[in-house]
T-cell receptor, first 112, second 114 residues
Framework: DTAVSQTPKYLVTQMGNDKSIKCEQNLGHDTMYWYKQDSKKFLKIMFSYNNKELIINETVPNRFSPKSPDKAHLNLHINSLELGDSAVYFC???????????FGPGTRLLVL | DQQVKQNSPSLSVQEGRISILNCDYTNSMFDYFLWYKKYPAEGPTFLISISSIKDKNEDGRFTVFLNKSAKHLSLHIVPSQPGDSAVYFCAARDYGGSQGNLIFGKGTKLSVKP
């Protein structure tokens, strides 16, 4: 039983393309997050969604847009991909008020 | 500016001995601190957490100590096992300031040698 799943696991694409990464959780959580792990290995928050509302939006380019069709899903759409977008993207989820977040396996994005 | 710092990029320990991983932070408003373990090509896995109102939390071989006056926490693993070899991330939550997102350190790669 996968708690937090992401697809695809690997994504190789050309500069300028538009791509989406999907995330699903079956933990019954109501808050979901997207993190980016860059080449320096820092894990940094990008977005979070609580009950289908965006509650955090860090200084992320507006080419990145999270979309949540329901509480169990938070997808990440990226327009006009750039070389610097190459990174590992992790989805996570939690129940509002709880400190522990549960992470997906990551999506390794490589922009050529 | 890094609010959560792990100054040791790597640590090597003999099997059966104690592993001590350290973490420093700057924001006194953090209310929870967490340790995550990460294997290559996998997502971070929650290990143990501690509330800012406590100074110690123990779970089996893992103990986390919090020194609020020094803004320092540490993770002790006793005894260390080869399967503990992974990257360990320290994370902190500023619930009031950022509604729950975690701020991570850069990680420490632990190698436990048989």
């Amino acid at each position: 039983d996968t708690a937090v799943s992401q697809t695809p696991k690997y994504l190789v694409t050309q500069m300028g393309n538009d791509k989406s990464i999907k995330c699903e959780q079956n933990l019954g959580h109501d808050t979901m997050y997207w993190y980016k792990q860059d080449s320096k290995k820092f894990l940094k928050i990008m977005f979070s969604y609580n009950n289908k509302e965006l509650i955090i939006n860090e200084t992320v380019p507006n080419r990145f847009s999270p979309k949540s069709p329901d509480k169990a899903h938070l997808n990440l759409h990226i327009n006009s991909l750039e070389l610097g977008d190459s990174a590992v993207y992790f989805c996570a989820s939690t129940r509002t008020g709880r400190e522990t977040q549960y992470f997906g396996p990551g999506t390794r994005l490589l922009v050529l | 500016d890094q609010q959560v710092k792990q100054n040791s990029p790597s640590l090597s320990v003999q099997e059966g001995r104690i592993s001590i991983l350290n973490c420093d932070y700057t924001n006194s408003m953090f209310d929870y601190f967490l340790w995550y373990k990460k294997y290559p090509a996998e997502g971070p896995t929650f290990l143990i957490s501690i509330s800012s109102i406590k100074d110690k939390n123990e779970d089996g071989r893992f103990t986390v100590f919090l020194n609020k006056s020094a803004k320092h926490l540490s993770l002790h693993i006793v005894p260390s096992q080869p399967g503990d070899s992974a990257v360990y991330f320290c994370a902190a939550r500023d619930y009031g300031g950022s509604q729950g997102n975690l701020i991570f350190g850069k990680g420490t790669k632990l190698s436990v040698k048989p």
